[in-house]
């Protein structure tokens, strides 16, 4: 064959590949029935013989590099893995999600432990020294509380504003814990600790002005499903970290990439329970509205059942390790 | 194919395709268009708000708190999910994407899913690290396959798409009267075709001067081509 010259094997070959440019373009529109289908699957298959030919006997000419990328295209779309649809969405949700989460409990545990160590720190440095205020607790927080209120008694602005930047808030945590995982988790470490940091320091700095209960209060009715969130994403961080650090006898690039298809699946798992909660803390926990018994039952009832959902969904079920 | 860093697939037919690698410049122009149009978008419903304001402003509050709720979640969620909505859908493309010609693809050649496209969406913060994609862009300038460090945690890969023409092995063989001398190899044949591709735009005299050259590489009889008319046949004959 090598002895045919490249125009003729060109002009006797063009027609096939045209034919298959064409093929996949009806693919990708979604308009071929069933006899082309095959004849797709036969013209991939001879583009790729006549491939192989042009690779070994004209490198490097235009009608390889043609070809090359026609049987690119062909490949990915012939051996693309079925569209995700709304089956797979619900079985994401019914299985994916909590199997994984099971799965890496360790990691979401580590977190809430950095976030609980946090808290402890915060807290305990403010309740021993007061004076110490200045350096955790930002000045508007002070302010109120200077005055014995709760800034979340008084917030102007309609619920639905304050959710949305709550909502806003609370995503760029939980991005950001997992995204910094990238930084061989110390990001991730970071920020978990400075939250909780942070909401221990507010919390003493609310006991000592006499407040605290009331925080307590606002905290109640989304804060066990939110914090849950936030160790989640924290958690899924951690596991970039560690595929980073720990990577064992595989490269790191492998490791990496395994470990974030996973650790994915957990931050895409939280996002509508980020959404729902962050409704829940616009609307129902500021203010007076609603009464405090109530917000703490509601927001037991959430913590208990996103649990139960997390520890028990999808259990026994094809995918459990 | 030695132009440029490549992805090699390999594939079930035992070929193996190597598709060029996408590089900074390309994506960094895919990235601006597609800022651009997030950025006209929130534009143009800005202009449309302060044009319109008052009856606007009306129509938003009388809309329920859940229906606010949700216009503004959706706004927010725009910046978020388009990049990845767009991916998915649209075989790894976003629009800015689309109109470079470049395509993400995971790493043995088959489409992004949502999860290899969310890894490298939610990852972009840590590229933009400390401003600019600053990290991004010493990830791609280092690594072979010009990755970021999205696409490394994702296991995909930004691919060029250019379009490559046939036409050059389009000129009709008919026998001319020139002669010739040995047979040429396959570079040659390319270096040929290139020329003869171009043959009807390049003026007289370049056209002459560049067709001696190659009839000399080759080794042909240079005495007859003198002229357009012959240079004409030279080439026939060589191409066919």
Not at chain 2, 7 to 33: C, I, M, W
Request: aromatic letters at 10%.
């Amino acid at each position: 064959m090598s002895t045919e010259a490249l125009p003729a094997f060109v002009a006797r070959r063009r027609p096939d590949w045209e034919r298959l440019t064409a093929l996949l373009d009806g693919l990708d529109a979604r308009r071929l029935r069933a006899a082309e289908l095959t004849e797709l699957d036969r013209c991939y298959r001879r583009a790729a013989a006549d491939l192989a030919r042009l690779q070994s006997f004209y490198a490097g000419t235009d009608a390889h590099r043609f070809l090359n990328q026609l049987c690119g295209r062909a490949y990915g779309r012939i051996y693309a893995r079925p569209p995700d649809r709304l089956a797979a969405l619900r079985r994401f949700f019914a299985r994916d999600f909590p199997q994984t989460l099971r799965d890496e409990l360790a990691f979401v545990g580590a977190a809430a432990g950095l976030v609980a160590l946090g808290v402890a720190v915060g807290f305990s440095t403010l309740w021993v020294q007061p004076h110490l205020a200045g350096l955790f607790v930002p000045d508007a927080i002070q302010r109120y509380v200077a005055e014995h209120r709760l800034w979340t008694d008084s917030l102007e602005l309609p619920p639905s504003q304050i959710a949305t930047q709550i909502l806003t808030n609370n995503l760029q945590v939980a991005v950001a814990a997992f995204a910094l995982g990238l930084t061989f988790g110390l990001g991730t470490v970071i920020v978990l600790l400075n939250n909780g940091v942070f909401l221990g320091a507010t919390l003493a700095h609310c006991f000592n002005g006499g407040v605290g209960k009331g925080l307590l209060i606002f905290m109640s009715a989304h804060g066990v499903v939110e914090l849950s969130v936030i160790f989640i994403c924290g958690g899924a961080g951690l596991m970039l970290g560690q595929a980073l650090v720990v990577a064992r006898e595989r490269p790191r690039s492998e490791v990496l990439r395994e470990r974030a298809g996973r650790a994915v699946r957990l931050v895409l798992g939280c996002a509508p329970f980020l959404a729902a909660i962050g409704v829940v803390e616009g609307f129902v926990s500021p203010g007076h509205r609603v009464p405090a018994l109530l917000k703490v039952l509601l927001g037991a009832c959430l913590g208990a059942g996103f649990w139960l959902y997390l520890l028990r969904a999808g259990r026994g079920q094809p995918g459990e390790r | 194919m030695s132009d440029g860093p490549q992805l090699e697939v390999a594939t079930p037919e035992r070929v193996g395709l190597s598709l060029p690698v996408a590089g900074l410049g390309y994506r960094s122009l895919a990235y601006a268009v597609d800022v651009a149009l997030i950025l006209s978008f929130w534009v143009i419903l800005y202009f449309l708000y302060a044009l319109t304001g008052p009856d606007v402003a009306r129509v938003v509050t009388g809309l329920s708190t859940f229906a606010r709720i949700a216009a503004v979640l959706g706004f927010f969620f725009f910046q978020w999910v388009y990049w990845t909505a767009a991916e998915v859908l649209w075989r790894g493309q976003t629009p800015g994407k689309r109109l470079l010609k470049i395509r993400v693809v995971r790493s043995d050649g088959a489409p992004v899913g949502v999860f290899e496209s969310a890894v490298r969406n939610l990852l972009r913060i840590v590229d933009f690290l400390p401003f600019a994609y600053g990290i991004g862009v010493v990830a791609m300038l280092v690594d072979p396959q010009h990755r970021r460090l999205g696409d490394l945690a994702a296991g995909t890969v930004a691919l060029r798409e250019d379009e490559i023409g046939l036409q050059k092995y389009d000129l009709a063989p008919t026998a001319g009267p020139i002669a010739i001398g040995r047979a040429l190899s396959a570079a040659e044949h390319e270096l040929l075709r290139s020329y003869a591709s171009r043959f009807e735009w390049l003026d007289a005299a370049p056209r002459l001067k560049l067709g001696r050259a190659l009839a000399t590489r080759f080794g042909d009889d240079l005495t007859a081509l003198t002229d357009d008319a012959a240079l004409r046949a030279w080439v026939t004959r060589r191409t066919a």
